[in-house]
């Protein structure tokens, strides 16, 4: 408590001693509206402390984390096929796997299949990746 009330203190000491120095033009306005906002965003930030947004033990156990994976997975593998199009003129298949561990999503592989007719083709699709940085590469030709 004592350090909210020092930090509230000098928040308004630091908008009164910059009030006098800047000067009293549309500038000098501006910066005294943000510091005057500062203020009031720290006066007020113990009762923003009530509202806690964050999910409890409970609401996390709700969130299905591998529908989100598949749902990330299919965009992410679309965007690529688009990109892999684009950049080396080559039509293919991909598919990302998207994971969830600690708290974040990662990719965890690509894999790449198509009609490739020219065999040096996979291995600059292969750069391709790695320059993007996708790891677990597995570059395939389609089998009928």
Known sequence: ???????AAGAVFLTVIV?????????GKSINFVLRLACILIIISPVTAIFDLSLSE???ELIDYDYICQVYSE???RTLELMIEDELGVECDCEVEIIYTDGTFKENGVRVTGDFVEKDIMSEIQSY??????INI?????TS
């Open 19 to 27: 009030s006098f120095i800047v000067p009293k033009g549309r500038l």
């Open 58 to 60: 409970e609401d996390k």
């Open 129 to 134: 990746l790695q320059e993007l940085g996708y």
């Open 1 to 7: 408590m004592t350090s909210y009330i020092s930090l």
């Open 138 to 142: 597995n570059v395939n030709e389609k």
């Open 75 to 77: 965009n992410q593998s």
